[in-house]
């Protein structure tokens, strides 16, 4: 996904001398291109993120849209307050991108886990919340970013995913996407958001869920709340997945979007088991261990 | 000091204390060691575009708490109407006790500290990136002065040579509790920020002659911080140099005396 990103990130300064790229003194394998081919619209701003954010807000301020490239809590939690007073008070085009999803950095330790970074991004009334499922809904986050400038977040996986859409496709904040609608009569439906899509599509192959569809929301946040309840209602159940804690995750937004109204839809939301906190292995390995065990055999 | 300029000052200085008074709002104290600073800035450095209530050069005010010396100034520059400055300390006023975007004439908001520092770079950054003369100017408290982010962002406009960035440090010597000395000792200041790559400015903060040649941004490859030695409460003689006037707000009688002796100065 990483490069993915890259790759739309260079496609859009190519045309927008606007476009700025800076990092903590993070990126390796990844930034390179993008900082040789436009060295005025790249910065590194070392290992200090408070600043960092701060920066990036003084050029959006001037408008130019920055894109600030970190790991998990790196560029969320050690810099929220300048996320909430200096990027989301000003509205500003500023793009937090994340490269460290849920437990991507599996063997890294909790300090590089995104486990909590949902619960931080959901509090801020101008942010949009982009969580890609797959390549080409990277692709279509980014697009959509790029033209519709404003204070976002675009949550990344590391490792390689399955590719889930045929072509790039088209997303709207708030509204969810089809992935696989092949039993849509049976009104049971997995709702994800980001890299646990790929984990969905191979829970489709058990014979419990063998009569789900599966359906991603790559754009959401605070802003699209209020269009979820009538999506929610065309289904008997809806299993939201998540690779983040419940407390303040998706599955916690999906369900407060009801605002208590009764509606027949059953919602349960499986969210990762806060017993993964300083477990350490592979991120399939502490998925297995701490997220499908919920789903049974 | 010239009569207009006195004027003004003199003018600022009566409608901090008379709203001060009036919203029982705090900051009095951090707000009167500005008032020069920001006369000198707003006459005769920062230049306007031809827009009406735009400048060219950008400002920003961090040590948001002191945004009543801001509103003043603006109200004097024809930014702010009467109306607006005196809705201070209302309900549902667009003048919120910490500096605010939404007020015509501001660009940033601040309030929580070591943030406006970092923004004015970026700012000169861009103005850098698109090979803009546009300069940056922020006004800094010295409390500020213990935010890790201040020192954070020297390290970062020094590195890159961002020589049109100007730094003021409001130095009152008075923080919250007590005396900058009594919390964290930032002395020797001077070799401090040289050290980090910076070209300093040592000044008396209230000299309007000091401030008009420190403000003038000559160096090729620094940024320059200007270290304004101010006094807190500045120009009130019970409020000089006392911590209490960093929270109260002159009552009836207090603000009489203070305004007598604003006047006569």
Redesign the interface.
């Known amino acids: 996904m990483r490069n993915i990103f890259i790759e739309e990130l260079i496609l859009a300064a190519k045309k927008n001398k606007k476009i700025v790229l800076i990092v903590n003194d993070l990126g390796y394998s990844v930034v390179e291109k993008f900082a040789k081919m436009f060295p005025n619209q790249f910065y590194n701003a070392g290992v200090a993120e408070q600043n960092m954010m701060g920066i990036a807000s003084g050029m959006a301020l001037e408008g130019n849209h920055v894109f600030v490239y970190s790991i998990g809590n790196f560029p969320t939690f050690r810099c929220a307050e300048q996320i909430r007073n200096d990027v989301d008070y000003h509205n500003l085009p500023v793009t937090i991108v994340n490269v460290g999803a849920g437990v991507s950095y599996g063997s890294l330790g909790y300090t590089h886990h995104s486990l909590q970074d949902y619960g931080l991004m959901r509090l801020f009334p101008n942010m949009i919340i982009a969580s890609p499922g797959d390549d080409m809904e990277v692709r279509a986050c980014m697009k959509y970013i790029v033209k519709n400038s404003q204070p976002s977040y675009l949550r990344l996986a590391k490792t390689k995913n399955k590719i889930l859409h045929k072509k790039i496709p088209n997303v709207k904040p708030g509204k969810w996407l089809p992935i696989s609608t092949k039993h849509t009569q049976s009104k049971k439906i997995f709702l994800t958001t980001g890299n646990i899509a790929s984990l969905a599509k191979d829970l489709l192959i058990r014979a419990k869920y063998n009569k789900f569809s599966l359906y991603s929301l790559p754009i959401w946040g605070m802003k699209f709340k209020n269009i979820q309840l009538n999506q929610l209602k065309k289904w008997d159940e809806v299993l939201v997945l998540e690779d983040h804690l419940e407390d303040g995750g998706f599955g916690s937004w999906i369900k407060e979007s009801t605002n208590n109204q009764k509606i027949k839809t059953k919602i349960i939301s499986k969210s990762i088991d806060k017993k993964i906190i300083s477990k350490v292995g592979s991120e399939q390995y502490l998925l297995d261990k701490y997220y499908l065990k919920f789903f049974g055999k | 000091m010239n009569t207009l300029q006195n004027k003004i000052i003199k003018s600022i200085k009566t409608h901090i204390l008379q709203l001060s008074h009036k919203a029982k709002s705090s900051h009095i104290g951090g707000c009167l060691s500005i008032v020069e600073i920001l006369v000198v800035l707003f006459n005769s450095v920062l230049r306007k575009t031809s827009v009406k209530r735009k400048f060219k050069d950008?400002f920003i005010l961090s040590k948001g708490h002191a945004c009543l010396a801001l509103y003043c100034i603006l109200f004097e520059k024809g930014i702010l109407s009467k109306k607006t400055l005196l809705s201070y300390g209302e309900n549902n006023t667009l003048l919120m006790s910490h500096v605010s975007?939404h007020v015509p004439g501001i660009?940033?908001?601040?309030?929580?500290l070591?943030?406006g520092?970092?923004?004015?770079?970026?700012?000169?950054?861009?103005?850098k990136?698109?090979k803009s003369n546009r300069k940056v100017f922020v006004l800094i408290s010295d409390g500020e002065l213990n935010e890790?982010?201040t020192w954070?962002?020297l390290?970062?406009a020094a590195h890159?040579k961002l020589n049109n960035l100007c730094v003021i440090i409001d130095y009152n010597k008075l923080q919250s509790l007590t005396f900058v000395s009594e919390t964290i000792k930032i002395e020797p200041l001077i070799k401090k920020i040289s050290s980090f790559g910076c070209e300093v400015k040592n000044i008396n903060g209230h000299n309007i002659l000091q401030l008009k040649k420190a403000l003038k941004l000559k160096n090729k490859n620094k940024p320059r911080v200007i270290i304004a030695n101010t006094i807190k409460g500045k120009g009130v003689s019970f409020m000089e140099n006392n911590i209490a006037w960093h929270y109260k707000s002159p009552n009836a009688r207090e603000l009489k005396k203070a305004l007598k002796e604003v006047n006569n100065a």
Not at chain 2, 107 to 112: A, I, L, R
Not at chain 2, 121 to 126: H, K, N, V
């Open positions: 950008t975007h660009k940033f908001s601040t309030g929580s070591g943030h520092l970092p923004v004015a770079i970026g700012s000169a950054l861009s103005a990136k698109d890790g982010t954070e962002a390290m970062f890159h």
